[in-house]
Each structure stands twice: as C-alpha cells, then as structure tokens.
T-cell receptor
Framework: DGGITQSPKYLFRKEGQNVTLSCEQN?????MYWYRQDPGQGLRLIYY???????QKGDIAEGYSVSREKKESFPLTVTSAQKNPTAFYLC???????????FGDGTRLSIL | EDQVTQSPEALRLQEGESSSLNCSYT??????LFWYRQDPGKGPEFLFT???AGEEKEKERLKATLTKKESFLHITAPKPEDSATYLC????????????FGTGTSLTVIP
C-alpha cells in the first residue's frame, strides 16, 4: 500500500541534543511538508519542499533543518536551538496543483 | 491575521443529532479547500476537496459545501465512530503549494 511512514512514533530529546525525525513516502509525490501541531493550535508549517534538493522555510523554521536528497525522503532535524521542541510532528506529501495532502501518523517529541 | 477560522472549537452531539461545522476563510484567490478528519495520536485523514462556490461533496454521513467566504461540514445522524477532530485547510493561488490550516473542531458523539 502506498503511504507515508514516519518514525519513530515517540522520541525523547536531551538538553543540547539534535534529533532527526524520519519521513518516507512511496506515493511518488513531488511535494513534501513538515508541520508542528500543539494543543489548541492549528498545524504550523516548518519547512516544505517541492522538488529534490530544494526546500523553503515555513512560518516556524527557526531551530529546525531539513534535507531533500531523494524524492521519497524528507527528514527533519530538531536542533538544540529549538527551545520548545515538545510537540506532535506531522509529515505530509502531495502532488503539485490543487491536490490534497496525505499525512503520516506523526512523531511525538518530548524533552527528557 | 488568521486566514482560516473554524467553529465551534468543540461540539458534543447525541447519536443521531445532526449538526454543522463551520470553516471561514479570508484568503483571496482560493485554489482549494480541504477537509480532514484526525483521530487522537494519528495524522489527518483526507475527506473532501472543494474548488468553487456552490460545490458540494458527500461521503456517508458527511456533506461538505462551499461559499465564497466559508465552508460547512454537515453531519447527518452521527454515530459515536464519527467522534474526531475535523480540520479545514485552504490553498491559495498566490502561495502555490502551501496549505493554511484552521485549529479544528473536536466532535464528540454520545451514544
């Protein structure tokens, strides 16, 4: 079955540590996205990529970094510069044009 | 300024009690409006896309409609399994492939 796989499901970060969240899709979608979801807030865009080797900052990119070396993969690194990383992180993908996004099942990141 | 506003924030219904969820938007040049369902601890699941005012889409007990300023998700005779958070998102021509999400409506259907 085609879909988006996020791993791990739960992740814990120590102070000063960088952690990387994985996102893989086999839908052959060009565009991929990372969102952060906090209680009572809508999904906020961190980064998105419309093509391999190119990506753009979203509304809350500070403290995060991404890469897009392969069409199928869009990992997100939460750096130590992100002072409030505790949240539910969602990865999504879509074809170009007026098509909906498809989401993975998220990674919940917590601070130790 | 918020581009997508959903109301109410939370809604409790008795099983079989029909109601509507609202999504109002202020973007100009609407490219598409999308409805999603999200269960706790899961990613959003796509329900409908609407592109132009007057358009309607239906799926089981759900029906989505669109005007120039807002969209409604009508739930007819809901069942407990319809309990979830319903999210609305819009895409506008000026920003290409970016999507703007509302904060969602948390629906609880009581048996």
């Amino acid at each position: 079955d085609g879909g988006i796989t996020q791993s791990p499901k739960y992740l814990f970060r120590k102070e000063g540590q960088n952690v990387t969240l994985s996102c893989e899709q086999n839908l052959n979608h060009d565009a991929m996205y990372w969102y952060r979801q906090d209680p009572g807030q809508g999904l906020r865009l961190i980064y998105y990529s419309q093509i391999v080797n190119d990506f753009q900052k979203g509304d809350i990119a500070e403290g995060y970094s991404v890469s897009r070396e392969k069409k199928e993969s869009f990992p997100l690194t939460v750096t130590s510069a992100q002072k409030n990383p505790t949240a539910f992180y969602l990865c999504a993908s879509s074809t170009t044009g007026e098509q909906p996004q498809h989401f993975g099942d998220g990674t919940r990141l917590s601070i130790l | 300024e918020d581009q997508v506003t959903q109301s109410p924030e939370a809604l409790r219904l008795q099983e079989g009690e029909s109601s509507s969820l609202n999504c109002s938007y202020t973007v100009s040049g609407l490219r598409g409006l999308f409805w999603y369902r999200q269960d706790p601890g899961k990613g959003p699941e796509f329900l409908f896309t609407l592109y132009s005012a007057g358009e309607e889409k239906e799926k089981e007990r759900l029906k989505a409609t669109l005007t120039k300023k807002e969209s409604f998700l009508h739930i007819t005779a809901p069942k407990p399994e319809d309990s979830a958070t319903y999210l609305c998102a819009v895409q506008q021509w000026q920003t290409g492939n970016q999507f703007y999400f509302g904060t969602g409506t948390s629906l609880t259907v009581i048996p």
